[in-house]
């Protein structure tokens, strides 16, 4: 990677935006984002890479961390807070964490992204350990608390990967498995929660959902796991019960009511009916 003009820091392909109309500034952002997928379909071979390696030690009781920092922290945050509402699974299964801790979710945190050795103290806090598979999300592939982290789980035996959005990255040097997503220059030039954050999002859904499919999370098409915590969660798992057992609301009701797990009642009771 050029460090002195990477791509993620490239000037827009548009000028003058503040004199768009707009429906040209929607137009374009649109136009930019249609790009974005095409480049997740170019990566998918290192993706499946990451998700067969997670998944094998996941197996074997181990967990997936993800670090970053500002957008990239948000997201890998974001995508394990949901494993668990989702799939049922335990909240240490799947962890993410942002450099500058919780509160950076919200704010910035001055300098939090730049301390080399903080994130492998923030892993060492779990017992981080070989069995487990470490992801680091930066778009830059620069951020000196990801590119930290990595280097320090590496060097203690821990499988790493990243999802960048520039080539040849330091991030890239220090994982296993390097996901190189280059989405070219951001609408606004250098706004890397546009195009690169967009990329990053669709490849977190891509790596935790194929994960939780290949341990066993879902049922034919169904989350069936999934933790009935509101209304709609519940009417959710009532029509699945009604679709699978063939049963009517009243009685799918009752059997979620008394059995609390979609999984439970069709383990019980799908293959009588």
Request: some cysteine.
């Amino acid at each position: 990677m050029n460090m002195d003009n990477p791509t993620t820091e490239r000037s827009s392909n548009y000028d003058d935006l503040e004199k768009m109309s707009t429906e040209e500034l929607l137009s374009a952002i649109n136009q930019e984002d249609k790009t974005v997928p095409h480049v997740l379909n170019k990566a998918i071979p290192a993706i499946q890479q990451f998700v067969e390696s997670a998944v094998d030690r996941m197996k074997n009781g181990g967990r997936l961390f993800y670090i970053g920092a500002g957008t990239s922290g948000r997201l890998g945050v974001l995508d394990a807070s949901e494993c668990p509402p989702t799939y049922g699974v335990s909240e240490n299964w799947v962890i993410g964490l942002i450099a500058g801790g919780d509160v950076a979710l919200r704010k910035a945190v001055e300098n939090a992204e730049d301390d080399l050795d903080q994130a492998w103290m923030d892993l060492r806090t779990y017992k981080i350990n070989k069995q487990d598979t470490l992801l680091g999300i930066a778009a830059s592939g620069t951020t000196p608390y990801v590119v930290g982290g990595l280097k320090k789980a590496r060097e203690n035996e821990i499988v790493t990967g990243c999802v960048v959005c520039n080539e040849d990255s330091p991030m890239s040097k220090v994982s296993d498995f390097p996901i190189e997503l280059v989405v070219g220059p951001e609408f606004v030039t250098g706004s890397t929660r546009m195009k690169a954050g967009t990329a990053q999002k669709l490849a977190l859904n891509m790596i935790s959902t194929s994960i939780m499919i290949k341990l066993g999370r879902v049922k034919g098409n169904k989350m069936v796991d999934m933790q009935l915590s509101n209304e709609k969660l519940t009417k959710r798992g009532v029509k699945m019960l009604m679709d699978e057992l063939g049963v009517d609301e009243q009685k799918a009701e009752e059997l979620l009511a008394k059995y609390k797990n979609v999984r439970e009642i069709l383990d019980r009771f799908g293959k009588d009916e």
